[in-house]
């Protein structure tokens, strides 16, 4: 198996874990279709992939309207004829004890990481029964392995994501369909930028995050081997975090 020649979309693409997965898969031959709310920067991944001999298209998508996420695979099948993977990555963060009641936050955590997995799986997936062959990737967190104060609805959405790709793996053993959760610990992104309101503490987890994370390629380089197994070969769960991450 080979990831040179497949066709591979990406939520979230405009930065962190999906640019540098656009990146990766398409130096290794994939064609990307890329879908982030940021269409600008999109357009300039697009063009800085197609310089450097790649293939690429792009789409806004927001997640939680499943339009979005149709238009994203339509325009895989249409520009490419076919799509191989969907990478489910667009996730939002916010941190805070549960009696904060941030109930806007926790509906926003709701809508993008679960109801967004869900609408890329809405979309998808009835291409992949088609084609007879595809594989869900979704981007989930260590912080449904280890629960801490303050992630606890985070956690949920992330653990609610890893349990319904368990149950759609069980549901798919005809060998159409693979499914893998990928579980990134501290990794260098901006889903910091909007997870506290604290001026002083989001400054102090961005330096925290500068010091211990991961760069989001090395990702990327974990997405590619999953994808990169034969078709029997299915990698269920990979977590990848930095050596020093308690």
Known sequence: MT??????????????????????????GAAVVLG??????????VGEIEAS?????????????PGDLRSLVALAV?????????????????????ADLDVDGWSAMVDVNVKGILHGIAAALPVF???????????VSTSGLKIVPTQAV????????RTLLEGLRQESTDGVLRTTSISPGYVRTELID????????????RRNMA??????????????????????????????RPTRQG
Do not use: C, M
């Open 3 to 28: 990831i040179q020649g497949k066709v591979v979309a990406i939520t979230g693409a405009s930065s962190g874990i999906g640019e540098a997965t656009a990146r990766h898969l398409a130096s290794l």
């Open 36 to 45: 982030a709310r940021r269409t600008d920067r999109l357009d300039r991944l």
């Open 53 to 65: 001999g790649g293939e690429a298209a792009a789409t806004r998508v927001d997640v939680t309207e």
């Open 78 to 98: 249409e520009r490419f004829g076919k799509l191989d993977v969907l990478v489910g990555n667009a996730g939002v963060s916010r941190i805070g004890p549960v």
């Open 129 to 139: 029964r088609r084609q007879g062959t595809g594989h869900l990737v979704t981007v």
């Open 154 to 161: 985070y956690a949920g959405t992330k653990n609610a994501v």
């Open 194 to 205: 909007n997870a506290v309101d604290d001026p002083a503490v989001r400054e102090q987890a």
């Open 211 to 240: 010091d211990l994370g991961i760069d989001p390629a090395a990702v990327a380089r974990a997405i590619a081997f999953a994808i990169d197994q034969p078709e029997d070969v299915e990698i269920g769960d990979l977590t990848i």
